[in-house]
Each structure stands twice: as structure tokens, then as C-alpha cells.
């Protein structure tokens, strides 16, 4: 095996790592659950589990990363030789294999439309005309395929380029312009009139409305925003030196996703509230409800423009760690091994991708299991795949792997406290296992039959 490829700095390992975790979850699906649930109270709830699960289970994927210095299904064989744990790895590579396959569906309706602003098709539409043209464009299977080819391509280029010259350089460039691109647009958001109303349904929660299922979907969607139990995390934190401080890394990452939930919140609920309309839209409100939203301003189609690219920009960054997970464990370290296997492997999806894309045109009347193949994929991963992921991590790391050994991991280039370890040592082997199974006894529709 080859020399195996580092970070060249710890800010672009924390850049990477946080544009794996900020895509769809944080920027897309975020807002329109807040929505959902309630807002203010959902939102606090969701950051109490970020800290108490998602953290926890974090720093799991980095200790196991970095101990082993290998990709996702090697790291468990060098910890755990002879048993069966490397399947948690191989649980990774098909839970992105089959995420990315949609994930990219998703990227491509975002292109169309930053093509559709820049032909103006977009201007001069009245508010129940966006809904039509949105359907119109997912019924398309031409321009679905074609702009789902795009996304896909654009991701092999960059990961076949390697961390530092590829991932890491384009998240350097990428991460810090959705940053700005962001700031802009809360900045117009919330400067609108009425803008108030939508600052305090995202920052005055009213728990006497929160209920059982809003705290379920906040602690579900507090690991599912973090991108955990993929190992994405145990891929990139194997590219890391030994002096990287790993806490701290991980609370910086955690940090970070946290910020952008605020900014995607703060750029989208005070424009809901100005114009009107309702905040509970669903997964339409990115392509239905804000195009209706920036229509009406003056200039409105250059800062949904904006929004557009800060999307795109965050839903390559998770794209990039998606295929990078398959791509290190095939290429097994060797870079001359890294483009072929990216162009094998990402053609790959896209071809599985093919019946997603065509779910809302010629497939839409079939169906598995009573779902289209968009939403089978999105079942799939999200309700069973990253839970089960999830689960097996936090057991591996507290039940399999030596409890001195990992304190002495998570030590190097760090000050970590005998105390704070044990804390996180206690959550991780006890209260993580039983959140996570609450949370797929949820998603799996268990708990809407008792409550």
C-alpha cells in the first residue's frame, strides 16, 4: 500500500468535514421540518441532541478513523482482525452508493434552475405558476438525466483529484463563499417587513405546542444533518495527523453546522413570514415557495441566484464525501488507482440513480413497496441504512475497542479531560444506543401506533 494522503491543514480538514455534514439535511431539509414541528421549540431541541448524540457519535467515527489511519472497511479489520465489524464499512460504502444515486437527482434540479435564472424563465411568473413549472422540470426525463450526468460529473472530477488537490481545495473555496453568499442573504431577509415574526418563530420556542413526534424528528434529524453513520467521518478523520486535536475538531465541525442551520433559517422564515405564507410547506418550499418569495423583490431573482449557488456549493461538499467513502476503500491508498475508481464507481451511481430521476416522469405509476424509486432510496437510507450505521458505531467503539487505548487516541493533540472522557465514554455505550433505536422505532413508524 502506498504512502497514504493527509490534510494539508487542519482548517481544510475542518472545512471538508463540515461541507460533508452541511447539504440537504442542514440547508434543505432543516427549515421545512423547523417548519413542521413548530419552529423555535423544535429548533432548541434539535441542539440539545446535536450535543448529547451527535457529538458523541462524531468523535466515535474520528477515533476510529484516525486509529486505524485506513479507509472505512479496513479500519474495522485493523481494530477488530478476525471478526465480522468490518461490515459496518461495507454498510457505509452502500448507504452513500445508494444516497448519492438520489442525492444527485436533487443537485440537478438546483443546476436547472440557476440555468432557468439565467435564461429569465424564471422572471415574471405569478406565485401559483412556480409550483407548475416545478413539476413540469422533475417530469422532464432529459433534462432530469442530463443535469443529474452534470452533478455526478462534477463530483468524480474533484474527488479523482485527490484530498488535498481535489476535496480539500475545492471545500476551501467552496465553504467560505457559501459563508458570505449566506450572510447576504439573511442580511435581505431580514431587513423585509414583518421579518420579525420570522426570527420569533425560529428563536421564541412555545413548548407548550412542542409534541412527542417534533423531539423525535429533532433528535433524528440532529445526527441525519451531521451526515452520521455513513463513516464519512472515519474516512476523513484517516487523513489526519496524529497531532490533530480531535475534540476540538469535532466541536468546530458541530459548530459550524449549527451556523448554517441558524443562517438557513434566518434567510427563510423571516421572507415566509413577510409574504405571508406558510412556513410548513415541506420539501417543496426551496423550488415552489421561495422562488414565489424572491419574485417579489426587487432584484429577487439575483438573490435567489445566490441561494441557488450556496445550495449547490453544500450539497457537492456532502456529494464529494459520499463518493469519496467507496473511492478510498477500492483504491486502498493507491493514488495512481484514485480516477479510475472514481469514474468507475460514479458512473455507477449515476446508472442506479436513472429510475430516481425518472420517478416523477415516465417511472411515476411504478412502484416497490408502495413507494417510487426516489422515495424507496430516501426510505431506505435515512429510516434503516444511517440509523442502523449509527447504532453499530456507537457499540463498536464502547464495546470493542480497548477504553485506554481510546482515551490515549482521543488525548494526542488535544488536553482532554479524564472526566470529560468519561462523560462522553458513558453516553456513547449507553444513552446513544437508546436514542438511536428510539429514533428508528420512530422512522419506522413504530411510535405513531402507540402515541
Known amino acids: 500500500m502506498s504512502q497514504r ?3 494539508a491543514t487542519r482548517l481544510g480538514f475542518i472545512l471538508t468535514t463540515a461541507g460533508s455534514a452541511i447539504g440537504l439535511g442542514a440547508i434543505w431539509k432543516f427549515p421545512y421540518v423547523a417548519g413542521q414541528n413548530g419552529g423555535g421549540a423544535f429548533f ?11 457529538l458523541p457519535l462524531m468523535m466515535a467515527e474520528f477515533a476510529i478513523g484516525r486509529t486505524a489511519g485506513a479507509d472505512a472497511v479496513t479500519s474495522f479489520k485493523k481494530i477488530a482482525p478476525g471478526t465480522k465489524w468490518y461490515g459496518v464499512g461495507i454498510l457505509g460504502m452502500v448507504t452513500t ?3 448519492l444515486s438520489f442525492y444527485s437527482v436533487i443537485g440537478g434540479w438546483i443546476i436547472t434552475y440557476l440555468g432557468k435564472i439565467l435564461t429569465g424563465e424564471l422572471a415574471d411568473l405569478q406565485s401559483d405558476e412556480y409550483a407548475l413549472l416545478f413539476q413540469k422540470t422533475i417530469e422532464n426525463p432529459w433534462l432530469s438525466l442530463s443535469l443529474q450526468l452534470i452533478f455526478i460529473l462534477i463530483t468524480i472530477i474533484v474527488v479523482g483529484h485527490g484530498i488535498q488537490n ?3 481545495r475545492a471545500s476551501k473555496i467552496m465553504m467560505p463563499a457559501l459563508a458570505i453568499l449566506f450572510l447576504i442573504l439573511v442580511i435581505r431577509s431580514v431587513t423585509l ?3 420579525a415574526k420570522g426570527m420569533a418563530f425560529l428563536f421564541q420556542p412555545d413548548f407548550s405546542k412542542l409534541t412527542s413526534k417534533a423531539v423525535l424528528d429533532a433528535m433524528g434529524q440532529s445526527f441525519f444533518t451531521l451526515s452520521i453513520g455513513v463513516s464519512v467521518m472515519i474516512t476523513y478523520s484517516s487523513y489526519l495527523p496524529k497531532t490533530t486535536n480531535l475534540p476540538r475538531s469535532a466541536m468546530s465541525v458541530v459548530s459550524m453546522n449549527l451556523l448554517i442551520v441558524i ?3 434566518l434567510s427563510i422564515f423571516p421572507a415566509v413570514f413577510s409574504f405571508g405564507l406558510n412556513p410548513d410547506a415541506g420539501p417543496v418550499l426551496l423550488f415552489n415557495v421561495l422562488p414565489t418569495i424572491f419574485g417579489q423583490l426587487p432584484f429577487g431573482m439575483l438573490f435567489f441566484a445566490a441561494f441557488l449557488i450556496v445550495f449547490l456549493f453544500a450539497a457537492l461538499t456532502s456529494a464529494f464525501s459520499m463518493l469519496e467513502i467507496i473511492v478510498s476503500v477500492l483504491s486502498k491508498g493507491h493514488q495512481d488507482k484514485r480516477k479510475r475508481y472514481a469514474w468507475i464507481v460514479g458512473i455507477a451511481i449515476f446508472i442506479f440513480g436513472i429510475p ?4 416523477y416522469g415516465v417511472l411515476s405509476d411504478v412502484t416497490v413497496f408502495g413507494k417510487s424509486f426516489f422515495d424507496l432510496a430516501d426510505y431506505a437510507v435515512s429510516n434503516v441504512l444511517m440509523p442502523l450505521g449509527s447504532l453499530s458505531i456507537a457499540i463498536f467503539v464502547s464495546w470493542k475497542m480497548e477504553k485506554s487505548a481510546l482515551y490515549e487516541e482521543l488525548k494526542k493533540g488535544s488536553q482532554l479531560k479524564k472526566r470529560i472522557f ?4 458513558y453516553i456513547l455505550r449507553y444513552v446513544a444506543p437508546v436514542l438511536i433505536v428510539i429514533v428508528m422505532l420512530d422512522v419506522l413508524g413504530v411510535w405513531e401506533k402507540i402515541l
Do not use: H, P, R
Open 44 to 54: 432548541f431541541i434539535f441542539i440539545f441532541f446535536t450535543f448529547v448524540l451527535a
Open 97 to 99: 452508493f445508494i444516497l
Open 263 to 265: 443562517l438557513a433559517g
Open 356 to 359: 430516481s430521476a425518472l420517478s
Open 5 to 7: 494522503e493527509q490534510f
Open 193 to 195: 417587513d414583518g421579518a
Open 422 to 425: 468519561q462523560a462522553w465514554y
Open 166 to 168: 481535489g476535496i480539500e
